[in-house]
């Protein structure tokens, strides 16, 4: 079965710099890999995805992801946050043949002006 | 597309008490999958199904709980009676089969409050 460990709890940024969040899965083949964004009060949205091809995927708002094999990672990045990032980020991963994600704990990001 | 649907948005009841909660999920998709969210245990699957079949409800965490999908286009989500640890954020997703793909489309959820 897969697993997903999202380390960080909180983060915190100034408005500005750059973002990383961390995402480890573990499952034994390619996953398929997924961030999510939940907003205060709403549901998840589906910021990126990774199936195949390129490792450094490219999603909404400006985000984007690296998928890195040797390191069983899927770390969610921007160059330049803003204060409508403040969220909670979660990291999904999904075994191929299976419609059912295993989601990460989630991390909360906190944007100070 | 109006998305996945979920009805009502908020609820507040008391211990005991029967709640029901209801989804929309996006037409055509053929999974829908109910969810819970609390700060203790994070996002929880309940159950999901396909094509309006239950195929995996070990999630749903005792008998007070049950889940239907009498069509399509509708899944209510029982708990009776109610109890304060009940208390949460119930989520509804939908998804479609596209090749291997999983992305879940979800609703804006429905906070529980037992008292």
């Known amino acids: 079965a897969q697993s997903v460990t999202q380390p960080d709890i909180h983060i915190t940024v100034s408005e500005g710099a750059s973002l990383e969040l961390r995402c480890n899965y573990s499952?034994?083949?390619?996953?398929?890999l997924f961030w999510y964004v939940q907003s205060p009060g709403q549901g998840l949205q589906l910021l990126l995805k990774?199936?195949?091809?390129?490792?450094l995927v490219q999603g909404i708002k400006g985000f984007e992801a690296e998928f890195k094999r040797s390191q069983s990672s899927f770390n969610l990045r921007k160059p330049s946050v803003h204060w409508s990032d403040a969220a909670e980020y979660f990291c999904?991963?999904?075994?191929?043949?299976?419609?059912?994600?295993?989601f990460g704990r989630g991390t909360s990001l906190i944007v100070h002006p | 597309d109006a998305g996945v649907i979920q009805s009502p948005r908020h609820e507040v009841t008391e211990m005991g008490q029967e709640v029901t909660l209801r989804c929309k999920p996006i037409?055509?998709?053929?999974?829908l999958f109910w969810y819970r969210q609390t700060m203790m245990r994070g996002l929880e699957l309940l159950i999901y199904?396909?094509?309006?079949?239950?195929?995996?409800d070990s999630g749903m965490p005792e008998d007070r709980f049950s889940a239907k999908m009498p069509n399509a286009s509708f899944s209510t989500l029982k708990i009776q009676p109610s109890e304060p640890r009940d208390s949460a954020v119930y989520f509804c997703?939908?998804?479609?089969?596209?090749?291997?793909?999983?992305?879940?489309?979800f609703g804006p959820g429905t906070r529980l409050t037992v008292l």
């Open positions: 997703a939908s998804s479609f089969e596209q090749g291997d793909s999983n992305e879940q489309f």
């Open positions: 499952y034994g083949a390619t996953p398929y």
């Open positions: 990774y199936f195949s091809g390129d490792t």
């Open positions: 999904a991963v999904g075994a191929i043949g299976s419609y059912i994600p295993t």
């Open positions: 037409s055509g998709h053929d999974y």
């Open positions: 199904f396909n094509n309006n079949v239950p195929i995996d």
